[in-house]
């Protein structure tokens, strides 16, 4: 009888739906903590393993694009600094019992992206907002159980996830937000999903195109989505072009192409996805206040 309930614990353990993300035996760490050679492969093929195992949880194309093998200069990591990293990992504690809050992860891999967005200087603004620039908007649009909330320049995700988590503060159900973003860039897109997982949204809907262009959140009427909240930051001073732009009715006024001022592009394709009784939020640079042309006549 032992045996036979030793070996029902056995199948369990190894069926990947009792899981919020399944962890598969390639990619398990004591396979990882004694790789000496060919390091940066063994790492790679667990990371391929641990997307394909969780292609439906949030994970596809989120690792496999990550290669150890990659060249720094002229060569490759050595074997002995993978091994350095592996064992460095080896001594800190991470288990849950060991956090000091629950979302002990998805804090430090958001500190590691404002750690990034402030190295890249300017560029930063493409994939992280101030902490504190996010979290007025959110107080602005009042998320609660139940919303559908929407980012359609989602970068890293940080408005999403800010808008969860005031949920939660309120009292309400965060699993009962539903959170959808678009995002152009592939490798910040990637972050964002990855930041998802990290923050318990694993399921968020996180689309990969050009929302001007191409918005990927559509009803069944293969129509614009609507949302309740909507909220972004979107790249300021960004070209368009007309040509090949799908749902063009988005837009009752066309700001010039090639010009550089989509930006209030960008409020509108927010106000068509937002419901009639919805609220939203943006961050706009100070130019749209005051430029004449179409501009002008948008804002009017």
Not at 23 to 40: C, E, I, R, Y
Not at 254 to 267: N, Q, R, T
């Amino acid at each position: 009888a032992q045996g036979h309930a030793a070996a029902k614990i056995e199948l369990l353990l190894d069926d990947a739906s009792q899981y919020a993300f399944f962890v598969p035996p390639p990619a398990h760490w004591s396979a990882l903590q004694h790789l000496k050679t060919d390091v940066g492969s063994g790492l790679n093929k667990a990371l391929a393993a641990l997307e394909e195992a969780n292609l439906k949880k949030g994970m596809e194309d989120v690792l496999k694009h990550i290669n150890f093998n990659r060249k720094v200069g002229q060569k490759p990591m050595s074997d002995e600094t993978l091994v350095d990293f592996i064992q460095h990992f080896n001594d800190i504690p991470l288990a849950n019992d060991d956090f000091e809050f629950p979302d002990l992860l998805g804090a430090a891999y958001e500190y590691l992206i404002k750690y990034f967005a402030d190295s890249a200087g300017k560029k930063g603004g493409e994939f992280y907002t101030p902490a504190e620039v996010v979290r007025l908007l959110v107080e602005l649009i009042e998320p609660a159980a139940g919303h559908e909330i929407y980012d359609p320049t989602c970068g890293s995700g940080g408005m999403l996830i800010q808008s969860k988590q005031y949920v939660e503060e309120s009292g309400g159900d965060a699993r009962n937000v539903h959170l959808f973003g678009q995002e152009d860039n592939g490798g910040t897109w990637s972050i964002c999903k990855m930041n998802m997982i990290l923050h318990g949204a694993g399921g968020a809907d996180i689309r990969n195109d050009d929302t001007l262009k191409n918005p990927l959140h559509l009803s069944k009427e293969a129509e614009l989505r609507s949302f309740d909240r909507v909220i972004a930051n979107p790249p300021f001073s960004q070209n368009y072009s007309r040509k090949e732009m799908k749902f063009p009715q988005r837009f009752h006024t066309f700001m010039p192409e090639g010009g550089k001022k989509a930006d209030l592009m960008f409020v509108q394709h927010m106000v068509a996805s937002l419901k009639q009784n919805g609220k939203m939020a943006v961050v706009m640079p100070h130019g749209v206040l005051f430029r004449g042309g179409e501009e002008r006549a948008c804002r009017k």
